[in-house]
């Protein structure tokens, strides 16, 4: 284990002072000499403009629940309550959000020789091979990886503007620049300068009449990273859409505002066909790289919400080969297997396999008539 | 996993909540200096359960074991945090309902598939509690 320092910083100064030092990173952000900021601005307060400014060290949790939150910018704890777990959500900020890093598996793997991020000119190994979780737009010869936030895709959607502070004093940043797509430098993920940290994000006042929503697409029903995600805001007038924003999570290293949609369907009518053919405006040149998409490694331990009611039926009929006459006791799933090559056994060979593990058949096991009584039920399907 | 309750005496960092549950795995021991720390050990014996661990029991909410402790304590603190009216992605009225139960405990993975039995347990104090 690597020997680390730790230390809390009791205000923004501090903590500009100390994650500046050589050697120190912030905590909440990202690990050692960790300085941890999670104790700074975390307020949520309504703005002059009748807009929200949210303190960068605020809990997802506290976000989401907060009341000016849920009442006026319904589709940010939609998108925030989409991710992660309660308790992770009860850690994670909303800068450690805005600062963290892709779930690539190659990245992951701190073996990995070939990953442009970790080691530059090193190349990307995601080509070529197991891509689930990657780019499908605007690829990167560099680098495929995704942005896996949810809450990053509602504040792209609603305009928000980041604040940071830094050597160099306060600055702005318009949340569809504060990450970068990878182009030849995948290092450089986000806007900030060395040095600087995120102090708040503020959203504009709500639009009246605007009209919502936050749909996640992931590989079981909670507690998963998304394989698409989409956060979409629209006004309606005489059944027309008069202004919207479509903004995808899950498929480029940034937010992906979906800018050719949104002109395809601005002041177009709301039908099935309109959306259809801003799919296709969107979408026309999807990025395709080589590799596999599905493999064994995609499964997925289910979560609470994967797993139904499950209803226990019991049977009166005794089953005469087992001692005890019980029916289908145990975890059928692994019993079935070793039954099944002992079958498969029994049926090549011709004599049944009484023992465990099965021996290699001697040739005496070989019974002819047996073998051709098999395959006889066999074609009967029995 | 843990359960972290806040001294009523130290600074709260954050917005942190009176009793919230928390990943112990992505938590440095400094950082709940001047806070409780409440684990599986603090909440009951085997002379005195808690009340969530005796329906465990009396629901088979487990078969392995392995992640009954990580499945008590944060249903522990859930029941705290409906109260507190946290909400989940369900939750529009905030009613403990069965899938909001399912939903909010989702972080915590059975390897056995005990799900059906642990839902069952929290249900039962839930009610019991509210009764």
């Known amino acids: ?382 | 996993m843990t359960i972290c309750v806040n001294d009523a005496n130290a600074p709260v960092p954050g917005n942190a909540r009176v009793c919230k549950r928390i990943l112990s795995c992505l938590t440095l021991a400094a950082q709940v200096d001047g806070r409780t720390v409440t684990t599986i050990e603090g909440l009951g014996r085997a002379d005195a359960r808690h009340p969530l661990q005796a329906a465990f029991i009396a629901h088979d909410g487990l078969q392995c074991g392995c992640c009954t402790p990580g499945q008590i304590c944060p249903a522990v603190a859930m029941l705290k945090q409906v109260a507190d009216g946290v909400p989940s992605v369900f939750a529009g009225d905030l009613a403990l309902a069965r899938d909001e139960v399912r939903e909010t405990m989702s972080g915590n993975l059975c390897r056995c598939g005990a799900y059906n039995g642990i839902v069952a347990a929290i249900l039962e104090v839930a009610s019991e509690t509210a009764a």
């Open chain 1, 1 to 382: 284990m690597k020997p680390l320092a730790y230390s809390r910083a009791a205000s923004l100064p501090d903590a500009l002072r100390d994650t500046r030092t050589e050697g120190h990173r912030p905590l909440g952000g990202g690990p050692l000499q960790l300085v941890d900021v999670t104790g700074l601005s975390a307020d949520i307060g309504a703005t002059a403009d009748g807009g929200l400014m949210i303190g960068g060290a605020t809990t997802n949790s506290a976000v989401a629940g907060h009341p000016l939150v849920r009442a006026r910018y319904p589709v940010l704890a939609r998108a925030i309550l989409s991710g992660a777990s309660a308790q992770i959500r009860n850690m994670a900020t909303v800068d450690g959000n805005l600062m963290q890093r892709t779930r690539c598996l190659y990245f992951q793997d701190v073996k990995t020789t070939g990953c442009n991020q970790r080691h530059p000119g090193s190349g990307c190994d995601a080509h070529g091979r197991f891509r689930r979780h990657h780019a499908i737009v605007v690829g990167s010869t560099a680098c495929i990886a995704t942005h896996p936030s949810d809450i990053c895709v509602a504040l792209a959607a609603l305009d928000a503007v980041v604040h940071v502070s830094g050597p160099a004093g306060t600055r702005i940043i318009a949340f569809g620049e504060f990450h970068r797509l990878p182009g030849d430098t995948p290092t450089l993920e986000k806007a900030l300068q060395p040095g600087e940290l995120i102090v708040a994000v503020a959203l504009p006042p709500p639009t009246t009449e605007v009209v919502s929503a936050y749909r996640k697409v992931r590989d079981r029903a909670s507690y998963a990273f998304a394989l698409v995600s989409v956060a979409v805001i629209f006004t309606m007038r005489d059944r027309h859409i008069t202004d919207l924003r479509i903004v995808f999570g899950g498929i480029i290293p940034k937010p992906w505002r979906a800018l050719r949609a949104e002109a395809a369907r601005r002041g177009g009518p709301a039908s099935d066909q309109a959306i259809h053919a801003a799919g296709i405006a969107e979408f026309g040149q999807v990025y395709r790289p080589a590799g596999r998409s599905a493999t064994p490694a995609d499964y997925h331990t289910p979560t609470h919400l994967d797993v139904p009611e499950i209803e226990v039926m019991w049977t009166a009929i005794a089953d005469p080969r087992s001692a005890l006459g019980a029916c289908g006791i145990g975890e059928i799933g692994v019993t079935g297997v070793g039954a099944a090559i002992a079958n498969a056994v029994f049926n090549a060979v011709g004599t049944r396999v009484r023992e465990l593990p099965i021996p290699a058949p001697r040739q005496t096991d070989f019974q002819p008539a047996a073998i051709a009584r098999r395959r006889h039920f066999i074609q009967l399907g029995i």
